[in-house]
Structure formats: structure tokens, C-alpha cells
């Protein structure tokens, strides 16, 4: 099955401690982005990547990291600076970047974080 | 930057009826318009999208109009049905087609 994966589905961690969110595409895409939603509110993008080694900051990257080593995957890291962590989080990759004519993004099933 | 606005934020209607849902963006560079649904527990799903050189496009009981003069975009659902309940969000390209504002979505219910 061709697809975007996210792990876990949930996700529990305690206040200040910094937590790696999983995401995996076998799509061959070389555009890969995370986004943050929270209730009420629309996607927000925290980082993107338009190629392996490479990865530019979305509106609200402050509290996050990232790393584009391998193609098929971009892990995001939430640290404890992130002031309010708990949210739903999505994954998606395009062949290109998402504004581009043509480049549909497909999204992974998401990751419900719970900072305790 | 890109502000895409979207309306209503809930709308409940009888299965058989229409579902329209607006959206509006500021970017006039903008030239990339997807709908995604999104159901409970889940990623979205792109539904239909619509580029700066079309003024419509259908596919079955789903349409979208984009007018570029005013900025703004409709979904427009017909002979809608239980399982169309989902929250719907409508995305405009950056002009410097660099990625994608979203709207805050709409909720939408259809009642059996």
C-alpha cells in the first residue's frame, strides 16, 4: 500500500520533557510539511521540506524541530520550549511544494499529543 | 501574508438538501484552491480543487466555483447524505506557491 503513516496515534509525555513525532511516506514525494491543529482553528504549518537535507520554518516553528535525512521521512521533535504542545498534529508530502499547480498533498492519520 | 476565511463554521442540514460552504482569501497571487474533508480521527482527504484558470468544476454531487475578482471560493455539496458529515476546510496557495493557508473549517452535519 502506497501511503503516509504517522506513529503513534496517541501520545502521552509530561511537561518538559521533549517527545519525536514519527512520519513515513512511501509516495517517492520530495515535499514533506507538518502542521499543528488545534480546535476551531485551521491547519497551521509548523515546518516544511522541499527536498532531503533541506527544511525552511513554517508560522509557528518556535517550540519545534525537524530533520529530512532520508526522503521517505521527517520526524518532528516537540521540545519543552513549546509553550502549549497539546494538539493534533498531521503530516503531509506533495511531489512538489503544495502551493504549486498540480501538487496535491496527502496527509497522514495524525498524532493526538497529551502533555500532562 | 495569505488570510483565508472561511464561513460557516457549523451548518447542519437534511439529508437530500444542499450544503454550501464560503471561503475567502487575500492573496491575489493566489492561484491553487483545494477542498479537503476531514473525518472524525482522521487525516484530510483531498475532494475537489479548482486552479486560477477555471471558474468551476464538478465531479458528481460536489462543485466548486472560484471567483478571482472578489476572492472567494464555494464548496457547494448536493443530494447530500450522513455519510458527507465532516469538517470540511477550503486552502489557498501562497502566491509564492511556496504552500498553503487553510481555512478554520466548517462542521457539517447531515441528519438522516
Known amino acids: 500500500d502506497g501511503g503516509i503513516t504517522q506513529s503513534p496515534k496517541y501520545l502521552f509525555r509530561k511537561e518538559g520533557q521533549n517527545v519525536t513525532l514519527s512520519c513515513e511516506q512511501n509516495?517517492?514525494?520530495?515535499?514533506m510539511y507538518w502542521y499543528r491543529q488545534d480546535p476551531g482553528q485551521g491547519l497551521r504549518l509548523i515546518y516544511y521540506?522541499?527536498?532531503?537535507?533541506?527544511?525552511q520554518k513554517g508560522d509557528i516553528a518556535e517550540g519545534y524541530s525537524v530533520s529530512r535525512e532520508k526522503k521517505e521521512s521527517f520526524p518532528l521533535t516537540v521540545t519543552s520550549a513549546q509553550k502549549n504542545p497539546t494538539a493534533f498534529y498531521l503530516c503531509a508530502s506533495s511531489e512538489g511544494l503544495a502551493g504549486s499547480s498540480y501538487n496535491e498533498q496527502f496527509f497522514g492519520p495524525g498524532t493526538r499529543l497529551t502533555v500532562l | 501574508g495569505e488570510n483565508v476565511e472561511q464561513h460557516p463554521s457549523t451548518l447542519s442540514v437534511q439529508e437530500g438538501d444542499s450544503a454550501v460552504i464560503k471561503c475567502t482569501y487575500s492573496d491575489s497571487a493566489s492561484n491553487y484552491f483545494p477542498w479537503y474533508k476531514q473525518e472524525l480521527g482522521k487525516g484530510p482527504q483531498l475532494i475537489i480543487d479548482?486552479?486560477?484558470?477555471?471558474g468551476e468544476k464538478k465531479d458528481q454531487r460536489i462543485a466548486v466555483t472560484l471567483n478571482k475578482t472578489a476572492k472567494h471560493f464555494s464548496l457547494h455539496i448536493t443530494e447530500t447524505q450522513p455519510e458527507d458529515s465532516a469538517v470540511y476546510f477550503c486552502a489557498a496557495s501562497l502566491g509564492n506557491n511556496n504552500d498553503m493557508r487553510f481555512g478554520a473549517g466548517t462542521r457539517l452535519t447531515v441528519k438522516p
Open positions: 479548482i486552479r486560477s484558470n477555471v
Open positions: 521540506s522541499q527536498i532531503v537535507n533541506d527544511f
Open positions: 509516495l517517492n514525494h520530495d515535499a
